[in-house]
């Protein structure tokens, strides 16, 4: 499957913003993800979202304030991104894959499909 990532933009600290992540099939089957990665440091997990409703997951850091979703009518899985935080800059990157079991879910390598990321930027 071939995600395309958007949404990002320069918001100030407490800004929301909402991401998207539109697959080029339907993908009801796949375990779909929010990666981000700042400048210099490894990318690291923001939240997924299980197959058709199923659970979500979500990192420390953004848990309470950022809510992953999906529409499976429209192939997309969203990040809404509230109060939002300087730390929270990044290029966040959505992911997925069938195949990704409930341990791995935090896991870069558990996903073979991956967008082009789209950049967060929030100021002080």
């Known amino acids: 499957v071939q995600l395309q990532a958007s949404g990002g933009g320069l918001v100030q600290a407490g800004d929301s913003l909402r991401l998207s992540c539109a697959a080029s099939?339907?993908?009801?089957?796949?375990?779909v993800a929010w990666f981000r990665q700042a400048p210099g440091k490894e990318r690291t997990f923001v939240a997924a979202?299980?197959?058709?409703?199923?659970?979500?997951h979500y990192a420390d850091s953004v848990k309470g304030r950022f809510t992953i979703s999906r529409d499976n009518a429209k192939n997309t899985v969203y990040l809404q991104m509230n109060s939002l935080k300087p730390e929270d800059t990044a290029v966040y990157y959505c992911?997925?894959?069938?195949?990704?079991?409930?341990?791995?879910?935090?896991?870069?390598?558990?996903?073979?499909?991956w967008g082009q990321g789209t950049l967060v930027t929030v100021s002080s």
């Open positions: 992911a997925a894959d069938m195949h990704t079991i409930l341990s791995a879910v935090r896991d870069t390598r558990a996903y073979d499909s």
């Open positions: 099939e339907r993908f009801t089957s796949y375990v």
């Open positions: 979202i299980r197959r058709n409703q199923g659970s979500t």
